[in-house]
C-alpha cells in the first residue's frame, strides 16, 4: 500500500470519527408532542418503511442519523433490540476502509446505547454481510470477524 492509500484511509476513518462524535455529542432525542396527529392524506407505506430501520423509536432516530451524517458512505440502516446496528455501506467504501467505518459506527452506537455489549453488522451494497464487530462494554474492545 502506497503512501497516499495510507493518507486516504486516514483521513477516511478521521474524518467519520469526528463526523460521528460531534454529531453524537451534540444530537439530542426529543421527539415532537405533536408524533400523533397526522394528516388525513397519510401514507401507511412511509411508516412500514421508517419501522424498518428501527424496532424502537430511539433505533429508528439512530439509524436515520447513521444514514444522514454518513455523507453517501451508508446507503441504509437499522437497529434491533438497541444492540445491533446493521449498516449497508454504498460502492464508495473501499474494502480497506470497511473495518474503520465499522469501528466508527460502534463508537458512535456506544455512545447513543451505553453500558450493553454492542454489535455492527457491516453489509456490502448487494445486502451481503462482510463484517462483524462487537463490542464488550466490560473491556471496551471491538472484535471483529470477517463474513465467511
Not at 63 to 70: F, I, L, P, R, Y
Request: with cysteine.
Amino acid at each position: 500500500m502506497n503512501i497516499s492509500q495510507r493518507i486516504r484511509q486516514s483521513l477516511t476513518a478521521l474524518v467519520l470519527v469526528l463526523v460521528l462524535g460531534f454529531t453524537t455529542a451534540c444530537s439530542s432525542v426529543a421527539t415532537p408532542s405533536s408524533q400523533t396527529a397526522y394528516p388525513p392524506s397519510y401514507d401507511r407505506s412511509i411508516e412500514y418503511g421508517q419501522l424498518a430501520r428501527g424496532d424502537s423509536a430511539v433505533g429508528q432516530e439512530f439509524g436515520d442519523w447513521v444514514v444522514e451524517a454518513s455523507k453517501g458512505l451508508v446507503k441504509d440502516a437499522f437497529v434491533r433490540d438497541n444492540n445491533k446496528l446493521g449498516a449497508v455501506i454504498s460502492s464508495q467504501v473501499k474494502p480497506n476502509e470497511v473495518k474503520a467505518l465499522a469501528q466508527s459506527l460502534a463508537q458512535g452506537f456506544h455512545k447513543n446505547f451505553p453500558n450493553q455489549d454492542l454489535t455492527v453488522l457491516m453489509y456490502a451494497p448487494n445486502k451481503d454481510l462482510i463484517l462483524t464487530a462487537r463490542y464488550d462494554a466490560q473491556s471496551k474492545q471491538i472484535e471483529y470477524q470477517a463474513a465467511s
